[in-house]
Nanobody
Framework: VQLQASGGGLVQEGGSLRLSCVAQRTILSVFVDTDMAWYRQAPGKQRDLVAAITASGNTNYADSVKGRFTISRDNARKTVRLQMNSLKPDDTAVYLC?????????WGQGTQVTVSS
């Protein structure tokens, strides 16, 4: 499985970005049974969960992004998205896509999000 993330960039505080992660080299019947998530890692800090969506569509968010970020999945396109609104400088980090199915997990290469004040 390969995870191709995109959509990062430089945005001013209060702006919005939408991240996408496409799962490649996996078949649809497997992807629909997979939990997906977005994590982020800022320089010198640990990797933290931002948002997760289960195979059945249940979602979970870090307290710091609740009400501002929305995770969704498009199974037909084997894609998970993260809509990020009201961005803050503290949201600056590399955002990484995660694929987890049972004991197996994969990480994408990450996409940089920079929020200027």
């Amino acid at each position: 499985v390969q995870l191709q993330a995109s959509g990062g960039g430089l945005v001013q505080e209060g702006g919005s970005l939408r991240l996408s992660c496409v799962a490649q080299r996996t078949i649809l019947s497997v992807f629909v049974d997979t939990d997906m998530a977005w994590y982020r890692q800022a320089p010198g800090k640990q990797r933290d969960l931002v948002a997760a969506i289960t195979a059945s569509g249940n979602t979970n968010y870090a307290d710091s992004v609740k009400g501002r970020f929305t995770i969704s999945r498009d199974n037909a396109r084997k894609t998970v998205r993260l809509q990020m609104n009201s961005l803050k400088p503290d949201d600056t980090a590399v955002y990484l896509c995660n694929y987890k199915r049972g004991l197996t997990q994969y990480w994408g290469q990450g996409t940089q999000v920079t929020v200027s004040s």
